[in-house]
């Protein structure tokens, strides 16, 4: 069965740096990969969606990559910042719902 | 409110009893879907609803069972509470045709069946 397997170690960086997640699945690439944000007690939040066929995405601070070769997807925060610091999800389209990774802890020190 | 909300926030059971867990959505989307959020497990499907009276079964049913007589509520149902069930529960939903297929979570519902 297809899997997303999320790097499950936390992830520390200081203030400013550039934070690099990583997403991989098996199998077969799904149509697209999302992005999520959770915070401590709340509900995840979407943050990004990338396509099969789209190699690159941004928003403001945010970067996706999704490199059907190497069957992964790279979550990158830019100049990064302590309210950066939750879990991320990241989740392959499984026909109408959605299957989850494990979810990677950041941590962003000033 | 606007949004998703869920109900309780926090519930203490015993094992045996039934118990329900609220979901309602105020934007008419048509999906809507229950996630259990485990340590070491991550988000695992439970059930979903494409629209009223259409559900389906997630990755983690047995124990379960949801109904969907509105478009705008999704209850799930612990017919008999096992300690397993201990859990965050959240509700989602999403928009049909939606340009990123995103789904909106609740706030999430914490359940400890002792």
């Known amino acids: 069965s297809q899997k997303i397997e999320q790097n499950s170690e936390a992830l520390n960086i200081q203030e400013g740096k550039t934070a690099t997640l990583t997403c991989n699945y098996t199998?077969?690439?799904?149509?697209?990969l999302q992005w999520y944000r959770q915070d401590p007690g709340r509900g995840p939040v979407f943050l990004l969606l990338?396509?099969?066929?789209?190699k690159e995405k941004r928003k403001e601070r945010l970067k996706v990559t999704f490199d059907t070769t190497l069957k992964q997807s790279l979550f990158h925060i830019t100049a990064s910042q302590p309210a950066d610091s939750a879990t991320y999800l990241c989740a392959q389209e499984s026909g109408y719902a959605l299957n989850f990774g494990k979810g990677t802890s950041l941590l962003v020190t000033p | 409110d606007a949004g998703i909300t869920q109900s309780p926030r926090y519930k203490i059971t015993e094992t045996g009893r039934q118990v329900t867990l609220m979901c309602h959505q105020t934007w008419s989307h048509s999906y809507m879907f229950w996630y259990r959020q485990d340590l070491g497990h991550g988000l695992r499907l439970i059930y979903y609803?494409?629209?009223?009276?259409?559900?389906d079964k997630g990755e983690v049913p047995d124990g379960y069972v949801v109904s969907r007589s509105k478009t705008e509520n999704f209850p799930l149902t612990l017919e008999s509470a096992t300690r397993s069930q201990t859990s965050v529960y959240f509700c989602a939903s999403r928009e049909d045709r939606g340009q990123d297929n995103e789904q909106f979570f609740g706030p999430g519902t914490r359940l400890t069946v002792l």
């Open positions: 609803s494409a629209a009223a009276d259409i559900t």
């Open positions: 990338i396509r099969e066929n789209e």
């Open positions: 199998n077969y690439s799904p149509a697209y």
